[in-house]
């Protein structure tokens, strides 16, 4: 019974499962105090003595159980609430009895509440030379009398019966002794029963670092692979596309991480394997135009170039900027869209093809089974975490040859988080904007500054430009979202009102045809104000719009506030984010708002991001086993991190397939049948 109530209730179906079960804490139960020397600022005290007293006071809700336990010092009270009848059988005045629990001080006199008590025969017996552990477990559990003290007893008796040997090193002796770790047997022996608090963070060390060292070395082991053995199409030359356009057409210079950046693509498309290489950059550090670099050099090869964008919008922003800049090279793009017409589809598709189409933009439209390409070599998908990687997936297949994969992402990621979500792909950054960006101005104001916002906005129109009303998502509830936006866009309507002012609205429950339509009118500048909820966090360019609202802005995450901000600034004049809050907001909303109006660097903000929110929650992060760590966070263990990278990269350079006597062990453990998470099986 107690063994499917563990199953159903915590997973545990093994005693390999309850040996990874670990304590969320410990008590010391080392020490007996005597009663004297308790003083307020101690937490948790045990103490041995007489029982010399024990009645029942009060009655019905007041009902309680009172004890004093005296040693050669002193006198202290024990007092239940609950399970009276039960204690009251169970203790005996005059009796020896060692008590545990937490302090309280009531007129002055220490007291412990429901403490742990137990005669001196059951405390000697149980050999107190380690601290106790204390699991989490469920009020199920705790009903059917397995609370996290009967927990530990069970993991207590395991390893009575478990021997060394049936637990397998999966760290090399030579990383273990640089780093001075121990080994794994003793780790969790005593991240269970540590005889003291340094043990039990030696303990922690050790399996926080064997959690990493096992993802960054699986996450090596794909990329050396796919390095080896991937093969890729051949990019062997810069040519002519590539050469006039860098020396006549590019409209700006590029700044010394586009260069940088560029150089890592170029190596990886000229190595004959296929590059799958993440690209990141803040908002406006100009990873668009190294995309379309990078496509001239696919079209130098003799090969076309797609770029995948997530909204209509995006793609089509995409297509004018590149039917521009290419024209005077005479280099066919095309569009191809859900919206795009049936009898210029058919001649797209055509296109695309027999190779007369070089550059292909679109959305998901792209990687329909309709669209055959005539000899793809570079894929490009713009804001990758909006895709699924079975689409993403989709796009390997339009060659024989897999094209070379260049996926760019506009929220930045930390490094840390990019080492674990990301680790299977290599990464380049762009951490520099061009010169001359004006950065954004961010303000945070409350509500009762609403009116003195509000001429604020009119000057800027005034001045002819143009605002973003942004509205909180409710992903809870549609409903109630398209509720607080209609009442947001009347508001905005009554400080606004027409014909002295145009206003677009788009929102999630708009159709497609006509969100495109509104979207369109205020990127024409038909319209002044634009009111909507989050679906213009990405894709939308109007270098025009000088200001953004952002409504309840203690609603928002920080890299979707960053995000959002990046919508204004991307032209000439100074651009503002005016960040608006109810009065009240919390400690953590605060923070939030502070960091914001301090920084516009995406990266800063993406650290503290994740440091606030944890990497669970982090937009585009992947939901895979490398995230799954039971012990190590990947932003307070950051140091140790870098540490199993190291470790792990130094392995794979000198032994990449493991082969060697000493990694035999270790390549056995990644083989076994845990190998989707970082715990091996007990052999």
Known sequence: MRADMLKKELQIFTFEDLLFYFPFKHLDKTQIHTIATITAGMDFVQVRGRLISMEVLGEKRGRRLVAHLRDGSGIIELTWFQGINWVQKMLVVGNEYVAFGRLSFFLGKP???????????????????????IYSVTEKLKARGLNGRALGKLMYQLFLVLEEKEITENIPLTILQHHAMCSRWNALKQIHFPKNYQQYESALIRLKFEELFISQLRWGMMRSARHRYSRGILFSKVGVHFNDFFHQYLPFPLT?????????????????????????????????????????????????????????????????????????????????????????????LKGIEEGSIQIAVGTHALIEDVVKFNNLGLAVVDEQHKFGVAQRAKLWKKNTVPPHMLVMTATPIPRTLAMTAYGDLDYSVIDELPPGRTPVTTVHRLDDARPQVMDFIKAEIGNGRQVYFIFPLIEESEKLQYEDLMRGFENVKAWFPE?????????????????????????????????????????????????????????????????????????????????????????????????????????????????????????????????NFRLADISADRGLLEQAKLEADKLLKSDPDLKKPEHIALKTFLQSDNADTPWGKIS
């Open 499 to 627: 014909p002295m002012f145009w206003i677009s609205m788009v929102h999630g429950r708009m159709p497609s045809d006509q969100k495109e339509i509104n979207m369109q009118r205020f990127v024409r500048g038909e319209t002044q104000i634009m009111v909507s909820t989050t679906v213009i966090e990405v894709g939308v360019n109007v270098p025009n719009a000088s200001v953004m609202i952002i409504e309840s802005a203690e609603k928002f995450g920080l890299s979707q506030l960053h995000q959002l901000r990046g919508r204004v600034g991307r032209g000439s004049e100074k651009s503002f984010c005016i960040l608006l809050t109810s009065n009240g907001i919390g400690k953590d909303a605060k923070e939030r708002i502070s960091i914001m109006c301090q920084t516009t660097d995406g990266f800063k903000i993406a650290e503290k991001d994740l440091e606030l929110r944890g990497p669970g929650d982090i937009q585009g992060t992947r939901q895979s086993g490398a995230m």
């Open 256 to 348: 010394g991480a586009q260069k940088r950046v560029l150089k890592e693509i170029r190596q990886d498309m000229g190595s004959g394997i296929q590059m799958n290489r993440l690209l990141q950059g803040d908002v406006g550090s100009g990873k668009t135009i190294v995309a379309l670099m990078t496509m001239l050099i696919a079209l130098d090869n003799g090969c076309q170039a797609c770029i995948m964008a997530p909204t209509e919008i995006l793609a089509s922003q995409h297509f004018e900027q590149f039917s521009k800049l290419l024209n005077p090279l005479n280099i066919s793009v095309a569009l191809l869209t859900g919206s795009t017409k049936s009898a210029e589809r058919k001649s797209i």
């Open 111 to 133: 007291q412990l509440s429901h403490p742990e008590i137990e005669t001196l025969k059951e405390s000697n017996e149980a050999g107190k030379n380690f601290l106790e552990p």
